[in-house]
């Protein structure tokens, strides 16, 4: 069955430290993942996806098949980063996504 | 804008009541989602719709709970003779397509079942 797991369910960093949420997944298939991001009382935002190899707001995500993981890293937290993300999985014709992390960026 | 709209914002019920919930996706997606969001749980897919009818309704977790989408554009969710489990935020989405485009939240209805 398809599944995606964030262990973290809170992730709390100071200013400047690095950061990195984990994401595990479980597909039979050839996996697409993203990150969704849900700032304060904001909508859920596309952070980025594995697809377009991409770094947004300094964040980068690499796919590894053989651990089936898509780990979501930022070399130097800044306090705007504070906000729930989620990780998902294109299964194929919608989204499946873990339970999310809070990231809390401490001043 | 040109966003996903979602109403009401906000709605409480008493137990036992109907509720409809609605969503308005960006014009000219074809893919329109509902999931629910809820502490703890995180994002549960209910339903998937492509144009006017829903490939995919596995999510919808029993009978009171059903959806429909007219003229590829409005979709409505009901949950019928709420329960105090049914409040969560109820999210709806949509994308271009459903294979290779990224989903457009709305903001959400938040639902509270007194």
């Known amino acids: 069955a398809q599944r995606v797991t964030q262990p973290e369910k809170l992730l709390s960093v100071f200013k400047g430290a690095p950061v990195e949420l984990k994401c595990n997944y479980s597909?039979?298939?050839?996996?697409?993942l993203f990150w969704y991001v849900q700032y304060s009382r904001q909508r859920l935002q596309l952070l980025l996806r594995?697809?377009s190899r991409e770094s947004i707001k300094g964040f980068t995500a690499d796919l590894n098949k053989g651990e089936t993981s898509f780990h979501l890293k930022k070399p130097f937290a800044q306090e705007e980063d504070s906000a729930m993300y989620y990780c998902?999985?294109?299964?194929?014709?919608?989204?499946?996504f873990g339970k999310g992390t809070k990231l809390t960026v401490n001043p | 804008g040109a966003g996903v709209s979602q109403s009401p914002s906000n709605k409480v019920t008493e137990k036992g009541k109907d509720v409809e919930l609605r969503c308005d996706p960006i014009?000219?997606?074809?893919?329109l989602y509902w999931y629910r969001q809820s502490l703890g749980q995180g994002l549960e897919f209910l339903i998937y719709?492509?144009?006017?009818?829903?490939?995919?309704k596995s999510g919808l977790p029993s009978d009171r709970f059903s959806a429909e989408r007219t003229g590829g554009s409005v979709s409505t969710l009901t949950i019928q003779r709420t329960q105090q489990e049914d409040s969560a935020v109820y999210l709806c989405?949509?994308?271009?397509?459903?294979?290779?485009?990224?989903?457009?939240f709305g903001n959400g209805t938040r639902l509270t079942v007194t």
């Open positions: 989405a949509s994308s271009l397509g459903p294979y290779n485009s990224p989903l457009h």
């Open positions: 998902a999985l294109r299964v194929p014709e919608k989204l499946v």
């Open positions: 594995h697809i």
């Open positions: 014009s000219g997606h074809t893919a």
């Open positions: 597909y039979s298939g050839s996996p697409e």
């Open positions: 719709f492509q144009g006017n009818s829903a490939p995919d």
